[in-house]
């Protein structure tokens, strides 16, 4: 998780304190008090709003459903579970400690996240037949494949997206999107 951000810098609120354009607004933005010209004091809390929290993922990993996945994926801008299975092989599932896709489907739910990424999937199934039975669950779902990119993008900025094959176009030198910030890829496995 990402410490929590500084809130939004108010430029007509600076300009009306009479707060110069250049360092000084940094400063201000980095939690230091400054003085302007006329020699009043301005605190960051005057052209600052409230914090911002900063973006948060987990990767569960090759796991059964667990309380402790659960607690750590609170309010997760993205997290990033094993469905190795389907709901016809709950029972193989719970006999070798993965999960279904609907079991890390109910995790997200219940975790309040913003996208969850399923990946460790069975060869035996399709990327749509998983992504399907989660999103019946949860409907912010995908499942990313090799080269796809996940873009965790600030709340403001829209949230965390799938990128279709952003690794390709990013290393045959195209611009992937603007003001990307990668956090996962994804792959299937057997």
Not at 63 to 68: E, G, L
């Given at each position: 998780?990402?410490?929590?951000?500084?809130?939004?810098?108010?430029?007509?609120?600076?300009?009306?304190?009479?707060?110069?354009?250049?360092p000084?607004?940094?400063?201000?933005?980095?939690?230091?008090?400054?003085?302007?010209?006329?020699?009043?004091?301005?605190?960051?809390?005057a052209v600052?709003?409230p914090?911002?929290?900063?973006?948060?993922?987990?990767?569960?990993?090759?796991?059964?459903?667990?309380?402790?996945?659960?607690?750590?994926?609170?309010?997760?801008?993205?997290?990033?579970?094993?469905?190795?299975?389907?709901?016809?092989?709950?029972?193989?599932?719970?006999?070798?400690?993965?999960?279904?896709?609907?079991?890390?489907?109910?995790?997200?739910?219940?975790?309040?996240?913003?996208?969850?990424?399923l990946?460790?999937?069975?060869?035996?199934?399709?990327g749509?037949?998983?992504?399907?039975?989660?999103r019946?669950?949860?409907?912010?779902?995908?499942?990313?494949?090799?080269?796809?990119?996940?873009?965790?993008?600030f709340?403001?900025?829209?949230?965390?997206?799938?990128?279709?094959?952003?690794?390709?176009?990013?290393?045959d030198?195209?611009?992937?999107?603007p003001?990307?910030?990668?956090?996962a890829?994804?792959?299937?496995?057997?």
């Amino acid at each position: 998780m990402e410490p929590t951000r500084p809130g939004r810098f108010d430029v007509e609120t600076a300009d009306a304190l009479g707060v110069p354009a250049g360092p000084e607004r940094g400063r201000l933005q980095r939690g230091e008090t400054i003085v302007v010209a006329d020699g009043r004091e301005i605190a960051p809390d005057a052209v600052l709003g409230p914090p911002r929290p900063g973006r948060k993922v987990v990767l569960a990993g090759d796991t059964a459903p667990s309380r402790s996945v659960l607690e750590a994926a609170r309010a997760a801008d993205l997290l990033v579970h094993e469905a190795t299975f389907c709901e016809e092989e709950r029972a193989r599932a719970a006999e070798t400690s993965h999960s279904t896709a609907a079991d890390a489907a109910e995790i997200a739910r219940a975790a309040d996240v913003s996208l969850l990424a399923l990946t460790h999937l069975s060869s035996r199934y399709a990327g749509r037949q998983v992504a399907d039975e989660a999103r019946a669950v949860f409907p912010q779902t995908e499942v990313p494949r090799d080269f796809d990119i996940i873009d965790v993008r600030f709340e403001e900025r829209g949230g965390p997206r799938l990128i279709k094959g952003g690794a390709l176009h990013e290393r045959d030198g195209g611009p992937l999107a603007p003001e990307r910030e990668p956090i996962a890829t994804g792959e299937e496995v057997a």
